[in-house]
């Protein structure tokens, strides 16, 4: 089955404790981007990245990182969770063929919060 | 930068109304326009989408149409079921942006038997 998987499904962690959440497609896309959901906001961009080793600032990079050193796994950093980093992520993929009008395929949803 | 607008919920309906959410949005260029849906306790899913203006998207018995004149994608179905009770997010992606979507805030929509 074509899926985008994420885990942890639920985190609950500590402010200053460096977490990260996976997220792996099997599609062989080459387009992967993570988002968060906040109440009112709707979902906003953090990172993305076109191909392997290509990774690059969304709208909302403040306090994550990414790495892409396979094509299927797009994993997401917390080198030190804060308050304001508690939402639900989303992570998502595309094939990366057609700029602009494609379908993304976006994971289950990661819910953090930070205490 | 690109924005999208879309009517705040929640929207409570009964079974078998007729459902509008309007959408409308801002951007420099040409972009296509996407209706992502979320069910309770699942990621967002494609419902349709439309790439250029004029096109009508439709899927599973909800229709928009892309108006340029009117910068609106607005979601409509003739005859909603309680299955349908979902959070819809209007979105748009931009060429130059590559593949970022740039999402509305959400309207969350309940239907009652």
């Known amino acids: 089955e074509a899926q985008v998987t994420q885990n942890p499904r639920y985190l609950i962690t500590v402010t200053g404790k460096k977490l990260t959440v996976t997220c792996s497609q099997n599609?062989?896309?080459?387009?992967m981007s993570w988002y968060r959901q906040d109440p009112g906001l709707g979902l906003r961009q953090i990172y993305y990245?076109?191909?392997?080793?290509?990774?690059d600032k969304g709208d909302v990079p403040e306090g994550y990182k990414v790495s892409r050193k396979e094509k299927r796994n797009f994993p997401l950093i917390l080198e030190s969770p804060s308050p304001n980093q508690t939402s639900l992520y989303f992570c998502?993929?595309?094939?990366?063929?057609?700029?602009?009008?494609?379908?993304?395929?976006f994971g289950p949803g990661t819910r953090l919060l930070v205490l | 930068g690109d924005s999208v607008t879309q009517m705040e919920g929640p929207v409570t309906l009964s079974e078998e109304a007729f459902l509008t959410i309007n959408c409308t949005y801002t951007?420099?260029?040409?972009?296509?326009l996407f209706w992502y849906v979320q069910y309770p306790g699942e990621g967002l899913q494609l419902l349709l989408k439309?790439?250029?203006?004029?096109d009508k998207g439709s899927n599973k018995g909800f229709e928009a149409t892309y108006r340029k004149e009117t910068t609106s994608f607005h979601l409509e179905k003739g005859s909603v079921q309680v299955s349908d009770s979902a959070v819809y997010f209007c979105?748009?992606?931009?060429?130059?942006?590559?593949?970022?979507?740039?999402f509305g805030a959400g309207t969350i929509l309940r239907v009652k038997s």
């Open positions: 998502a993929s595309s094939p990366g063929l057609a700029r602009g009008i494609e379908t993304q395929y």
């Open positions: 599609m062989n896309h080459e387009y």
């Open positions: 990245s076109m191909n392997v080793e290509v990774t």
């Open positions: 951007a420099t260029g040409y972009p296509s």
């Open positions: 439309a790439t250029k203006a004029d």
């Open positions: 979105a748009l992606s931009d060429q130059e942006y590559g593949n970022k979507l740039v």
